[in-house]
Antibody, heavy 118, light 106 residues
Framework: QVQLVESGGALVKPGGSLRLSCEASGFTFSDHYMSWIRQAPGKGLEWVSYISGRTGNIYYADSVKGRFTISRDNAKNSLYLQMNSLRAEDTAVYYC???????????WGQGTLVTVSS | EIVLTQSPATLSLSPGERATLSCRAS??????LAWYQQKPGQAPRLLIY???NRATGIPARFSGSGSGTDFTLTISSLEPEDFAVYYCQQRSNWRTFGQGTKVEIK
């Protein structure tokens, strides 16, 4: 069965960096777009970034452009999010998400909490 | 950026009642609209994609309709497990979510 397991969430100071990881299993990882989607405490959902399966097409939300970098290693069935220059407003649960086609999330990880605070 | 506006913000209904949720886009998204359900402490779950297609394993009481800028998610008869927050999401231009509609027990 499809499994997405995130790790790397932590408490970090403003201006700091963090790298999130997502280990995928139960499907052919390279066949799918993958995304990071976040949810601030008590708030709605925000798409952060996505990356295509093989061609490496990448898009970012304006709110993270220039600070966050998405990447994947298809040999390791893993997705990553490098987050630099973190701000208080980046505090959220970050979900790793598998896409069906492009732009439809059919599987979600359980989420990892990133807290940016001094 | 395409803005999705969901209404109402909160819907108070009893089990067995019909729920009608609305999602309006700031510009046409064709049929590239999905609906998700989220319960407290859980990740969202895909219900409907491309406006009217039920995802795998989703009960028939959930249905979606609409195209262009106006979309509706209908739950024909609410079950106790349906009380949750529902989000619409478009993939026509980048990807954005609506702000959510909470369906609560009356």
């Amino acid at each position: 069965q499809v499994q997405l397991v995130e790790s790397g969430g932590a408490l970090v100071k403003p201006g700091g960096s963090l790298r999130l990881s997502c280990e995928a299993s139960g499907f052919t990882f390279s066949d799918h777009y993958m995304s990071w989607i976040r949810q601030a405490p008590g708030k709605g959902l925000e798409w952060v970034s996505y990356i295509s399966g093989r061609t490496g097409n990448i898009y970012y939300a304006d709110s993270v452009k220039g600070r966050f970098t998405i990447s994947r290693d298809n040999a390791k069935n893993s997705l990553y999010l490098q987050m630099n220059s973190l701000r208080a407003e980046d505090t959220a649960v970050y979900y790793c998400a598998r896409e069906y086609g492009s732009g439809i999330v059919d599987f979600w990880g359980q989420g990892t909490l990133v807290t940016v605070s001094s | 950026e395409i803005v999705l506006t969901q209404s109402p913000a909160t819907l108070s209904l009893s089990p067995g009642e019909r729920a009608t949720l609305s999602c309006r886009a700031s510009q046409s998204v064709s049929s590239f609209l999905a609906w998700y359900q989220q319960k407290p402490g859980q990740a969202p779950r895909l219900l409907i994609y491309d406006a009217s297609n039920r995802a795998t394993g989703i009960p028939a009481r959930f249905s979606g309709s609409g195209s262009g800028t106006d979309f509706t998610l209908t739950i024909s008869s609410l079950e106790p497990e349906d009380f949750a927050v529902y989000y619409c999401q478009q993939r026509s231009n980048w990807r954005t979510f609506g702000q959510g509609t909470k369906v609560e027990i009356k």
